[in-house]
């Protein structure tokens, strides 16, 4: 039986947009909505 690696996520920065302490493609780009933008 193959046993995958462990993934490990970094919580200790916060996910937001333009992190600096990302490389320049592989900053999150995060997209904020409100509920009333999302509902129904």
């Not at 780009?29 to 509920?35: D, E, P, R, V």
């Amino acid at each position: 039986m193959l046993r995958s690696m462990p993934r490990f996520i970094d919580l200790s920065i916060p996910i937001k947009n333009d992190v600096l302490s990302d490389p320049e493609g592989m900053r999150p780009k995060i997209q904020y909505m409100t509920h009333d933008s999302t509902w129904g």
